[in-house]
Structure formats: C-alpha cells, structure tokens
C-alpha cells in the first residue's frame, strides 16, 4: 500500500529563515505531485504542481522539485514569513491513478 | 473566476441522523473529487468523478455513504446514519484532467469545506 511521510511533523522558524520541508512515497511511481498550503479551518490552496514530464517548479519564494527514482519531493520556501505560517501539504498520483495526500507540516514562521 | 463552492459550511448533528453535503465545482473541470479530512491529517480520498463516472470509490463506506453527480457538474455526498466517528472536513476538490496514465496533467482546486460534527 502506498504511504506517503511529511518530515518535519512540525516547525517552528525565526523570521526571514530559509527551510526545507519533505515529502516522500513509499512507492516510488509517482506521476504528478502537487503541493499545497492549508491554514486553520480553511480548504486547501495550490502552492505548485509537478507534471510527469517536469523535475521541478517555482513560484516567487517557493520551490518544488521531484525526484521520482526516489519517491522524494521537496518544497523550498526562502526567506520565511509570519505569512507562511500554515500546514503544508503534498499529495502524489500514483502509478495505480490513486491521489494519495501526506499528513502535513506544521509551519510556524515567528516574527 | 468562480472556485469550487460547498454547502454547508458547518453542521452539527445527531448519530443516526442523515446528512447531505453539495459541490460545485469550478466550470469547465471533469474531475470532482470528495476528500474527508480528520483532526491532524491529510485529506483521504472518498470518491473521484470522471464527469458523470465514479472511478475511484474504493475508499467510500457504502453501507452508510452515497454520492452522486448528475450531468457531469454538481455533485452531492449523503450519508445515512451517521455515526460518530464520522465527525471530520468534508472537502470537495476539482480539476480539469487531460491525457491517461503518467501523461495525465491536472491540477486540483479545493473548496472550504464542510465541518460536520455528530453528536
């Protein structure tokens, strides 16, 4: 069964900070992998999305990059602000056309 | 343009009570997808719409959960009774999928949501 980790659970960053978070499948036959960012009791808002035909993405400090190989997707947001406090979230199709989300990060951006 | 729109946005109920969630998606998209999301976690596939067709359900409790999506647009997810544990955001997400397999490219759009509490 395909399972889907989000390292860290959570994070808590000074201002300005420039930080990683982690996606990765157990099973590496992603097709497409989408990132998006959800604050509390909000829906979900599409940061970017990887095709299968592309390695990464970016957008203004946001960036995205897949490595199908490995099953391993990382967002990059650069110089953090109190405004990128939120849970992040990837989800991947898979090789069996199944959308599959991971449990998030937990961002805290402290002024 | 017009995201996807829920209805409710909260409801409060009581076990054994039926309860009906409704989507519309943003025009033009042939993909509906209803998510459940619990405290904590990420959002688990229920069911997903290909226009009118359910082609993924694998997830959806059929004893108690039904979803329809008559012409291919608005869709709507009932469940009968409802149980505590079914106490969750109920998401609606959209997106307009074109090509098969690892060619397909579609980007989803989410709605708010509806937070449902059984009592």
């Known amino acids: 069964k395909q399972e889907v980790t989000q390292i860290p659970a959570a994070l808590s960053v000074p201002e300005g900070e420039n930080l990683v978070l982690n996606c990765s499948f157990t099973d590496s036959a992603i097709y497409n992998l989408q990132w998006f960012r959800q604050d509390p009791g909000k829906g979900l808002t599409s940061l970017l999305l990887i095709q299968s035909s592309q390695r990464e993405q970016t957008s203004g400090r946001l960036n995205a990059s897949l490595d199908k190989s490995s099953g391993r997707s990382t967002l990059y947001i650069a110089a953090s602000q109190p405004g990128d406090s939120a849970t992040y979230l990837c989800a991947g199709r898979t090789s069996y056309d199944k959308v599959i989300f991971g449990p998030g990060t937990s961002l805290s951006v402290i002024p | 343009e017009a995201g996807v729109v829920q209805s409710p946005r909260y409801k409060i109920i009581e076990k054994k009570q039926p309860v009906a969630f409704w989507c519309n998606p943003i025009?033009?998209?042939?993909?509906l997808y209803w998510y459940r999301q619990n405290l904590g976690q990420g959002p688990e596939l229920l069911i997903r719409?290909?226009?009118?067709?359910?082609?993924?359900d694998s997830q959806l409790p059929k004893d108690r959960f039904s979803a329809e999506r008559l012409k291919g647009v608005d869709s709507t997810l009932k469940i009968q009774p409802a149980e505590l544990g079914d106490s969750a955001v109920y998401l609606c997400a959209s997106s307009l999928e074109k090509g098969s397999g690892s060619a397909t490219t579609y980007e989803q759009y989410f709605g708010p949501g509806t937070r449902l509490t059984v009592t």
């Open positions: 025009s033009g998209h042939n993909t």
């Open positions: 719409y290909e226009n009118e067709e359910a082609v993924d």
